[in-house]
Every structure is written in structure tokens, then in C-alpha cells.
């Protein structure tokens, strides 16, 4: 099956905006990077998301250790 560039996949119509969402990228339950999320204006099905390359590292709160 060929993808016809410009179209949907799901409605068929021409796209010539998406819209993009800022989305966290999760590995068995935790966190592990900012992603961007492209979707159809028209249906908003998702067509591709991707590791947001322009994002900072993400900061890592680190937990004190447990008082025994």
C-alpha cells in the first residue's frame, strides 16, 4: 500500500496543516522524553510523532533517600 503524500490516511482529505502537540514519550510506565504528536485538522488522527529535537533535557528530581 502506497501513501499518497498530502492526504489523510483515515478521511482522505488534503493536509496542508497538522496540528502539533507537545507529548511525553513513556517506557514501561516512566517518562523518557519530550515528543511531538502531528494529527489530521480535519479527523485528528494522528499521522506521526516523533522525539522533539529542539527540547531540553528533561530535569530529574531526585528523591531523598527514605527515612528509616
Known amino acids: ?11 482522505g482529505k488534503r493536509v496542508l496543516h497538522v496540528n502539533v ?6 517506557v514501561d510506565g516512566t517518562s523518557k522524553a ?6 489530521c485538522i480535519h479527523c485528528n488522527t494522528i499521522m506521526g510523532v516523533q522525539i522533539d529535537p529542539r ?9 531523598p533517600p527514605a527515612a528509616s
Open 1 to 11: 500500500m502506497a501513501i499518497i503524500q498530502g492526504e489523510c490516511p483515515k478521511c
Open 21 to 26: 502537540e507537545h507529548i511525553v514519550g513513556m
Open 34 to 39: 519530550r515528543c511531538l504528536s502531528y494529527s
Open 55 to 63: 527540547s531540553k533535557p528533561r530535569l530529574r528530581s531526585s528523591k
